[in-house]
């Protein structure tokens, strides 16, 4: 039991490159998450899907695009990168969509635009 | 909109040491509240949560009690260890995303 896994660890791009960083996660959940991590401002949630077919919009939204491939994978992506794009990524899953649900998250993806 | 402060840090303790970390909150609902826990090149994981008010968290040795008269959340260990060095976030849940606080820098000498 894996929980939720996410590749690349590190990624190092170029401004206007495009790129995917994929989530998968093996506990059955319905809702999956991504969020930005950025030194001094926390986590904050760029898009989620509350089950297979759906996604939503989070609090920054802009830049990126998400897919819900199957209840188990949930991508994000980088059209065209750009450097305020440098950040930490994770993801996270939770079994529903609810107040009371404990997110479990993944160990996260290094991204440099430069 | 919903928010959280959490005190600036880094919070520097020596071991067995109490650790206050404190957490307050801003919601138009009643929200569940989280503490998560992410430790150097990790991920975050939950540490203790509480869904309504006057229930406290455990978890660890730390706890935290839901206030809602004093909007807070804050966490507490009476003595911290070396391996509780890490980075710690409270959060609510408002409809389901998790809305966190800026983290606090825990380190703990030995």
């Known amino acids: 039991n894996a929980g939720v896994t996410q590749t690349p660890k590190f990624q190092v791009l170029k401004t206007g490159q495009s790129m995917t960083l994929q989530c998968a996660q093996d506990?059955?959940?319905?809702?999956m998450y991504w969020y930005r991590q950025d030194p001094g401002m926390g986590l904050r949630l760029i898009y989620y899907s509350a089950s297979e077919g759906t996604t939503d919009k989070g609090e920054v939204p802009n830049g990126y695009n998400v897919s819900r491939l199957n209840k188990r994978e949930f991508s994000l992506r980088l059209e065209s990168a750009a450097p305020s794009q440098t950040s930490v990524y994770f993801c996270?899953?939770?079994?529903?969509?609810?107040?009371?649900?404990?997110?479990?998250f993944g160990p996260g993806t290094r991204l440099l635009v430069l | 909109g919903d928010s959280v402060t959490q005190m600036e840090g880094p919070v520097t303790l020596s071991e067995e040491a109490f650790l206050t970390i404190n957490c307050t909150y801003t919601?138009?609902?009643?929200?569940?509240l989280f503490w998560y826990v992410q430790y150097p090149g990790e991920g975050l994981q939950l540490l203790l949560k509480?869904?309504?008010?006057?229930d406290k968290g455990s978890n660890k040795g730390f706890e935290a009690t839901y206030r809602k008269e004093t909007t807070s959340f804050h966490l507490e260990k009476g003595s911290v260890q070396v391996s509780d060095s890490a980075v710690y976030f409270c959060?609510?849940?408002?409809?389901?995303?998790?809305?966190f606080g800026k983290g606090t820098t825990l380190s703990v000498s030995s």
């Open positions: 919601a138009t609902g009643y929200p569940s």
């Open positions: 959060a609510l849940s408002d409809g389901g995303a998790l809305i």
């Open positions: 996270a899953s939770s079994e529903e969509r609810g107040d009371q649900e404990t997110q479990y």
């Open positions: 509480a869904t309504k008010a006057d």
């Open positions: 506990m059955n959940h319905n809702s």
